[in-house]
């Protein structure tokens, strides 16, 4: 070989590690500044973008439920009127479920798959950074319309005919279906990335039983997402369909059929609940065993809860719809498979209990997070069990029960975890400690303010309380309660102001982590901390489900990859044997600029069908840019 | 051992394949049937659920045999069998639940 072409393919196997970590330093480095934040395609610095904004959409979803207290405090508030009412609590439900829980939940899948797959990049990664940029404008687009007193008004859920052209005049409704939109673009980009960065960029020897549960469920979720997502597509393009051309899906005077919204909307409102549930899920089985430090007990029925969850989510839809009147015979179909679900749920709950019986629990602040989990998530899941029962969601339907239940849920069965997650991958992201004490009073506050905000309104609901009303009379007896409720709302927002003041204050001064502060098992405390942009000098090799552990810290490697050019190893599905080498693209601008031309496509076709035809001539221009080869090493590969 | 290997591409997979996908069609049908099924003498709602229950139960069954290829030492693709069988008894769970309730209410009841 020619020393030229030795240059041009030089590999790690011909470097010592110094000179190969400047080398891969200089091929995978995103440059500084503007150019760097508008063009890098680095999967950890866009997950932690992702991961800011979630949070910034959380506080500010926070800030609309802390209106909505205030206006619930005192009967007959005049704080709020009905129609701000309407918005706020509209905007605060999209905000949670669209632009907080999904969105942060796969962010953190695309900060820690690759890195607990032992990979340098995600599967597509200008695809990631598209996948950002769209929803920050989906974001901006929902918000901006509700500062200008334009924000969707008809629920989180968005029924006709409410929403249809007849009873919701303007574009309100219109902005919330694109809000949609932009959403699921961006949440189905990145399960088709985390679906092949599972499949084919796993580290050799990690075959499909040593894969981190982490990265099971992330790969079962962003499958769930492919199945569920499509249908809330066409239901909000129906929608604008009818409110914009005049088509009549949902007009049943016209031949179509207002209970197919409901179909539509739930065949993905219910799976939307496991994809917020199974990462967190995943995120306990990776936690939690290092912290009781030992393996997880039961990891192939850890892997059967979550596949099973998947499937069996799909099955669910319709008891949110008990009350519309369908067949009772086809309603009990969905009570059998909302009890069935409860077998895989519980399947996870014991296996945990039992790691925690059969380990030495250490009492640090993500292992107090779980437990705050164990206790909400059983509580919520329990309630579930019971308006899974027709006679008892026909009675508590619509009221503030439902409102309790689904809070326990989804706060305990996923916020906790969250919490968990991010204070244990804080050292590994930034390289330094969050702190010990503001963190435990962070969990103190968090668990009793949750607890008795949510918990009086399961005896709200049962005293006959609705939803979404602004305000009730004075002599109905709701108004202790509620002032209750109200103020111990206060203490969950100082909870989260806590944990973000915690973040915000260690990411500058906390304490040095080092690489695995926590003495932790999986790939990605074999990194340093924060992680190189190449992730890995050299490719881990794995022979357990537990590298860290059972290799005593010295794990062997694989070599021969390019340093010249972005290249990842490729390994075969199952067993994860090396298959082949693979380029990696380099930074770009075309990402952004086609999220551009997309978010002003669908925003002007809010207001004109036309905008799809000519918005798609700068989408086309834009793609064709992004995938123009530009004679770098990657190209010529 | 090898002839397990040969097997595994198809039966490995029953138990993913076969109980889901007679769970989704039974799901399907349970909207459809109470509307013939009123006042009818013979309820085919029952049947099917029934034998959705036993195919689930069969392609359980199927993946089982070569998740005995785990316990010989063969490692991966034993354990996606065993997923496979277990998954297939809890759809077939799901399924009994479902037939059990179609014992319960009439095809009738709104």
């Known amino acids: 070989m020619s020393e030229a072409l030795e240059q041009r393919d030089l590999r790690d196997t011909a470097l010592d590690e110094v000179l190969l970590e400047s080398r891969l330093a200089r091929t995978w480095h995103t440059p500084p500044g503007w150019v760097g934040f508008f063009t890098t395609v680095d999967h950890k610095r866009i997950a932690v973008r992702y991961i800011v904004t979630a949070f910034a959409f959380l506080l500010l979803g926070g800030v609309l439920a802390l209106l909505m207290r205030l206006q619930l405090s005192r009967p007959e508030a005049g704080l709020i009127g009905p129609d701000l009412y309407n918005q706020i609590f509209t905007v605060h439900g999209s905000t949670m479920m669209f632009l907080f829980a999904v969105p942060v939940m796969e962010a953190v899948g695309v900060l820690l798959v690759p890195l607990m797959l032992g990979t340098r990049n995600i599967a597509f990664p200008r695809l990631n950074a598209f996948s950002y940029w769209i929803y920050l404008a989906g974001g901006l687009v929902l918000w901006v319309a509700f500062v200008l007193d334009v924000g969707p008004d008809v629920g989180w859920f968005a029924y006709v005919p409410l929403s249809g052209p007849q009873y919701s005049a303007g574009k309100r409704a219109d902005i919330w279906a694109q809000m949609i939109t932009f959403t699921e673009i961006a949440a189905l980009a990145i399960a088709v990335e985390i679906v092949v960065t599972v499949l084919k960029q796993r580290a050799p020897g990690m075959s499909l039983d040593r894969i981190p549960l982490f990265v099971w469920a992330m790969f079962v979720t962003s499958f769930v997402v492919i199945l569920a997502m499509p249908a809330v597509v066409v239901a909000s393009t129906a929608l604008i369909l009818d409110r914009l051309v005049g088509t009549h899906f949902f007009n049943p005077a016209e031949g179509g059929d207002a209970l197919l919204w409901q179909h539509l909307f739930w065949f993905f409102g219910h799976p939307e609940v496991y994809i917020i549930f199974l990462p967190a899920v995943g995120m306990i089985s990776s936690i939690l065993p290092t912290f009781v430090r030992r393996p997880i007990f039961g990891y192939l029925p850890l892997v059967l809860a979550l596949i099973g969850t998947g499937i069996l989510a799909f099955g669910l839809w319709v008891h949110h719809m008990f009350t519309t009147g369908l067949p009772r015979v086809g309603e009990s179909f969905f009570t059998a498979s909302s009890m069935a679900i409860a077998v895989p749920s519980g399947v996870q709950i014991f296996c945990w209990l039992a790691t925690i019986w059969l380990g030495r629990p250490v009492w640090r602040v993500p292992f107090l997070y779980i437990l705050a989990f164990f206790f909400t998530f059983v509580l919520g899941g329990l309630t579930g069990v019971m308006v899974a029962s027709v006679p008892l969601d026909t009675q508590v339907h619509d009221t503030y029960f439902v409102v309790a239940h689904f809070h326990y849920v989804l706060v305990g069965g996923a916020v906790f975890p969250l919490l968990a997650a991010v204070t244990y991958w804080f050292s590994k992201m930034t390289g330094r400690m969050m702190s010990e004490r503001l963190g435990r009073w962070s969990v103190a506050l968090l668990f009793i303010g949750f607890n008795f905000t949510f918990f009086p309104m399961h005896i709200l609901g049962l005293q006959g309380m609705p939803r979404r009303i602004y305000t009730y009379q004075a002599d109905l007896p709701w108004g202790g309660m509620n002032l209750f409720v109200s103020l111990c709302s206060l203490a969950l927002a100082a909870g989260f102001l806590l944990f973000v003041w915690n973040a915000l204050r260690s990411a500058r001064a906390g304490e040095a982590a080092g690489d695995n502060p926590w003495g932790a098992a999986t790939l990605e405390w074999a990194t340093s901390s924060p992680p190189p942009p190449y992730n890995f000098t050299r490719i881990p090799v794995v022979r357990s489900a537990n590298p860290l552990w059972d290799d005593g810290g010295a794990l062997p490697v694989a070599s021969g ?69 530009r004679g770098t090493p990657e190209d010529d590969s | 051992m090898a002839e397990n290997t040969r097997l595994f591409p198809l039966s490995g997979w029953a138990g993913y394949v076969i109980g889901p996908a007679a769970w989704a069609v039974n799901t399907q049908l349970g909207q459809i049937l109470p509307y013939v099924e009123c006042g009818a003498s013979f309820r085919p709602g029952l049947f099917l659920s029934g034998l959705g229950v036993l195919l689930s139960l069969a392609g359980a069954w199927l993946s089982y045999r070569v998740s005995g290829m785990r316990l010989r030492g063969s490692g991966m693709p034993g354990f996606v069998a065993s997923i496979g069988a277990l998954l297939g008894c809890l759809v077939a769970f799901a399924m009994m639940l479902q037939t059990l309730s179609m014992v319960m209410v009439s095809g009738c009841a709104r």
Do not use: K, Q
Request: net charge neutral.
């Open chain 1, 561 to 629: 990859l390019s340093v010249n050019r972005r290249e990842l190893l490729i390994t075969t599905t199952a067993e994860a044997r090396p298959e082949a080498r693979e380029t990696s693209p380099r930074d770009s601008a075309w990402p952004f600029w086609a999220a551009i031309a997309t978010t002003i496509m669908l925003v002007c076709s809010i207001f004109t069908p036309w905008a799809v035809v000519w918005g798609s001539i700068p989408v086309a221009v834009t793609l064709v840019g992004w995938f123009w080869p």
